[in-house]
């Protein structure tokens, strides 16, 4: 190492003239003109080869330079970027040995593992840099900033005190700190830090006017005040609600600089629920209804909170509601709260002697008992009034009437799914015990008392309609298409009742009157599916596509149904007609994180074996979420910046639990079960293995080795053209025309995912478990999969947690059963046992799951609960077959009988489970053929279109 260049650690810093070019190449790489500093920090090492900060400098502009060339497109890296990204890692090392007590080499250090997303060492890099150089605010800066991304939040505080520390005068920096203190669990000390800002401020500040940094502020902390809680009396005595009645006082201290009105008025509701200020609260919600809140459905169960007078913890709860849920639709109603939320929903014979002003103050307060006739436009009150309303009353038979007749006129397609909102039936596992939840089985729907009456009234309309042209019970003449929205709406409720044949002839039916209605074919497409016929599914929906191909929807629902038909090609072209048309379409779906599409061809692709590829595209959905909390990266200085520190803290409160949304699980499940099936059943790849050819004639055998050679050599070919990353054009680099050809596209190296297969299945499942548990532990699939890597893994006690986290969800779940019994029969087959600890921990607990009895007694009482319940799930059937037979308790013949004696009426009969009791008939060989025989005719009366059997 030369001690003749410059180095600034060491305080030997550059001339002047290199020092100029060196400021050039910082202000270059910050202005991302790469060739210029490029050409800058050449021209330093030209005289000074060694010198550390340059050395860095241009390892850093290189490394930018191939994430700008190269771009994140999802593909694995190519090798020109892997060579670009070592050399400036390199050169980075390179300077930072030259001249290691330097900050700015420490500081690029940090960058270069920032831009590649290894965060804890990027925070080593910039704590070496802030040693050196303690109070450089950039690098603080910088650190704090991964801090909060990498939720430091202890490391983050301290950053930005010392920040603070070093510029008080600048706001940005004490916003910051409070938001450090409130994200570390401490609102106290965060609402101390905004009262000291205050405090620094003159009178004239524009803090104290209104405006939107000042209102959001003020709002800001109003909610951090509202979190505080204090002991009052020398701590003899501790008030939870303190900060909360100080919020609802400091709402009103601080209205005259609040913008966000309705926002303001929202906080107030809370807190006047919370405080049991019923009578305020409502005057509360009069107030955002007149703002034009009346669809906030959020609103609305406010409201009902209020009028019932319900405690601080309901409310809690229903203030997390989203959607169209309210209070009505989330636990059963007791008949005198019903009747409460009547009167103030309801017109009753009170509310209709006269004009909605007559029931409105001269302010424009509105009173309890007009709230339908003050808005008589709002689609919210209306449909909420149906859900007060008792299913069997006469009330409610006459106000669905109305509303149904209301929405066929009009024409409405999404009737059907509205109506099935409300089939509420009060939920029976733990999780849902004492709350309503959404009836979805054919089975429920079918004997739920709205559908009935649906049923009824839409009957009659068809009826009615056919014959006299009118509804029911009225005069007036409706036109040909109000019949045919009730065929439409009567073959929805075929389709909720799995009564799918009959669907059809009435879709049919639209269809023939109406051959250019796109919702009709959709339908029909969704009940073929459903009846078990999905490639013809695919032609229909393809065919009302055709009908109108500016329809993005119809269009995304034919890609969708043409890739769970496995025509992945067609699927390709139809998505492509709304993908930009240059370049490859699945290229434009992944930069446009279009999860569905690749989770659904993921799908299709495991089911035809083809498991790299599959595993490609679920861990394209993965590389998207992990984009999605990689975003949050820009908003940590801009929503500071822009004082929007509410919306930041519901940002970071959603960027934490972003690894529990319903798509990141689904790719996860997936991905687990198919590397814990690649360590059941390991595959060998075929592309390297000879044929045997002792067992081959001469001629055989001269015809597989020519087979065999070709391959060969189309493989090397493959494996040279993949080498370089991009497709090569032989072709001439100027069009006919004169102008420039455009770059060719990247490709995929690994298309078939083998990288992914060669990953040690285990281990990757392990790593998906850990996050679904941690992130979607309410999920019983996610502690099903952690119970199925444990035991894998030899992990006993893990897979009994478990299980008792199972058991806590839901205790009547199939897949709880059959690893119940799979966990007793490893325990007794076992060659070894755990630690003494976590033996004795076994042993103590796994009794309790059996309630104390042996495998064969709890197998028989559960074979005994499942067949006094005609409609008990087919694939609790099968589970428990399985285990009646691996237990040697009942004959095969008796196991077919369970599966078949419900004759398919039970809950979770679909085309998937029916597959499987065959493939479980299947297993059992010449014994049950008969029964297999029986079980494809129950199949075909129940899914009267399938096929592929």
């Not at 790489?29 to 030209?46: C, F, P, R, V």
């Not at 771009?71 to 001249?99: P, S, T, W």
């Not at 799918?500 to 969704?526: M, Q, S």
């Not at 072709?731 to 060719?744: I, L, R």
Request: glycine fraction near 6%; proline fraction near 3%.
């Amino acid at each position: 190492m030369s001690n003749d260049n410059p180095q600034s650690g060491a305080g030997r810093p550059l001339p002047k003239k290199e020092a100029d070019l060196f400021k050039n190449v910082i202000k270059f790489y910050e202005s991302k003109q790469y060739k210029k500093g490029l050409k800058n920090a050449d021209t330093i090492l030209k005289r000074f080869p060694n010198h550390g900060e340059t050395l860095c400098m241009k390892g850093l502009i290189l490394n930018s330079m191939a994430s700008s060339e190269y771009g994140n497109r999802g593909l694995d890296c190519k090798e020109e970027e892997k060579e670009k990204v070592e050399e400036a890692k390199e050169l980075v090392k390179k300077g930072l040995m030259f001249d290691m007590r330097s900050h700015v080499c420490w500081h690029v250090y940090g960058l270069l593992y920032r831009s590649h997303r290894n965060y804890p060492e990027a925070i080593k890099a910039y704590k070496q840099a802030i040693r050196i150089d303690p109070n450089n605010l950039q690098i603080l800066r910088d650190m704090s900033v991964l801090q909060i991304q990498m939720r430091d939040l202890s490391g983050f505080r301290e950053t930005r005190l010392k920040i603070l520390t070093l510029r008080p005068n600048n706001k940005v920096h004490w916003l910051s700190y409070a938001l450090a203190v409130h994200v570390c669990g401490d609102p106290e000390g965060a609402l101390g830090v905004l009262d000291n800002y205050m405090n620094t401020l003159g009178e004239s500040s524009e803090e104290f006017k209104r405006g939107f940094e000042s209102s959001e502020l003020a709002l800001y902390k109003n909610k951090v005040l509202s979190e505080t809680t204090s002991s009052q009396d020398g701590g003899n005595y501790f008030d939870e609600l303190l900060g909360v009645k100080k919020a609802l006082k400091h709402l009103d201290e601080i209205a005259d600089v609040i913008v966000d009105q309705t926002g303001w008025l929202q906080a107030k509701l809370s807190y006047q629920l919370q405080l049991g200020m019923f009578d305020d609260a409502i005057e509360t919600c009069h107030l955002l209804f007149w703002r034009g809140s009346t669809e906030d459905h959020r609103v609305h169960s406010a409201y009902m909170c209020a009028l019932l007078h319900l405690d601080r913890k309901t409310w809690l709860e229903v203030e997390k509601l989203r959607g169209t849920t309210t209070l009505a639709t989330f636990r059963p109603l007791l008949d005198e709260e019903r009747e409460v939320l009547l009167k103030a929903y309801g017109i009753t014979p009170s509310t209709t002697n006269g004009s909605s002003s007559q029931h409105c103050s001269a302010d424009g307060a509105m009173t309890k008992e007009c709230l339908a006739l003050a808005f008589p436009k709002s689609a919210a009150i209306k449909r909420i009034y149906l859900t007060l309303l008792p299913p069997s009353s006469a009330e409610f038979r006459l106000a669905i009437d109305k509303y149904c007749q209301r929405q066929i006129v009009k024409g409405v397609p999404s009737l059907g799914s509205d109506l099935s909102s409300l089939y509420l039936m009060e939920g029976k596992n733990q999780e849902s015990e004492g709350r309503l939840i959404l009836a979805r089985d054919p089975v429920d729907v079918k004997f739920h008392p709205v559908y009935c009456m649906l049923v009824e009234l839409v009957e009659s309309y068809i009826s009615s309609l056919t014959t006299q042209s009118t509804f029911p019970n009225d005069s007036i003449q409706r036109p040909p298409s109000v019949l045919l929205w009730a065929w439409y709406l009567r073959s929805i409720l075929h389709e909720q009742s799995a009564e799918y044949a009959k669907g059809i002839t009435l879709i049919n039916k639209c269809i023939d009157h109406t051959p250019t209605g796109v919702d009709f074919y959709e339908l029909k497409a969704r009940l073929l599916e459903a009846g078990g016929d999905i490639q013809r599914a695919a032609d229909v929906i393809d065919s009302g596509r055709d009908l109108d191909h500016q329809d993005r929807y119809i269009n995304n629902q034919t890609t969708k149904t043409l890739l769970r038909a496995g025509r992945e090609d067609e699927a390709r072209k139809r998505i492509s007609m709304f993908t930009r048309h240059e370049g490859n379409p699945e290229q434009n779906l992944y930069d446009m994180q279009c999860a569905w599409y690749e989770l659904e061809l993921a799908d299709s692709l495991a089911r035809k074996g083809k498991l790299g590829m599959s595993l490609r595209k679920y861990t394209a959905v993965i590389k998207h979420y992990e984009d999605f909390h990689e975003d949050q990266f820009d908003f940590h200085a801009y929503c500071v910046r822009k004082v929007t520190l509410r919306s930041y803290c519901d940002l970071l409160k959603f960027e934490d639990e972003i690894w529990g949304q319903p798509f990141y699980c689904r790719a996860a499940e997936r991905i687990i079960q198919i590397y814990l099936g690649l360590f059941d059943a390991p595959t060998k790849s075929q592309s390297n293995e000879e044929p045997d050819y002792s067992k081959m004639t001469p001629a055989e055998r001269k015809k597989a080795k020519n087979i065999a050679r070709k391959k060969k050599k189309a493989l090397e070919k493959k494996s040279q053209d993949s080498a370089s990353g991009v497709i090569k054009d032989t072709s001439k680099s100027v069009e006919d025309n004169g102008s420039k050809k455009k770059k060719p596209h990247a490709v995929d190296i690994d298309p078939e995912g083998k990288e992914l297969l060669a990953l040690n299945p285990l281990e990757e499942a392990q790593k998906f478990a850990s996050i679904l548990i941690k992130h979607a532990p309410k999920r019983i699939t996610s502690w099903a999969l952690h119970y199925d890597v444990s035991v894998r893994r030899g992990k006993m006690l893990m897979g009994l947690q478990a299980l008792h986290r199972m058991i806590a969800i839901d205790s009547n779940h199939h897949d709880l059963f059959a690893r119940i019994v799979d966990f007793s029969q490893k325990l007794d087959s076992r060659t070894t046992t755990c630690h003494a600890a976590s033996e004795g921990v076994i042993l103590s607990e796994f009794p309790k799951l059996l309630d104390g009895k042996v495998l064969s007694d709890f197998i028989k009482s559960t074979l005994d609960s499942v067949q006094a319940d005609p409609l008990s799930s087919l694939p609790m059937r099968i589970v428990l077959a399985k285990a009646l037979i691996s237990s040697n308790i009942a004959t095969q013949s008796e196991c077919v009988s369970l599966i078949l004696d419900s004759k398919l009426s039970g809950r979770f009969v679909t085309m998937t489970t029916c597959r499987d009791a065959l493939e479980f008939m299947e297993s059992m060989g010449k014994d049950a053929i008969f029964g297999k025989r029986e079980l494809m005719t129950l199949i075909i009366s129940k899914f009267p279109f399938a096929k592929d059997f």
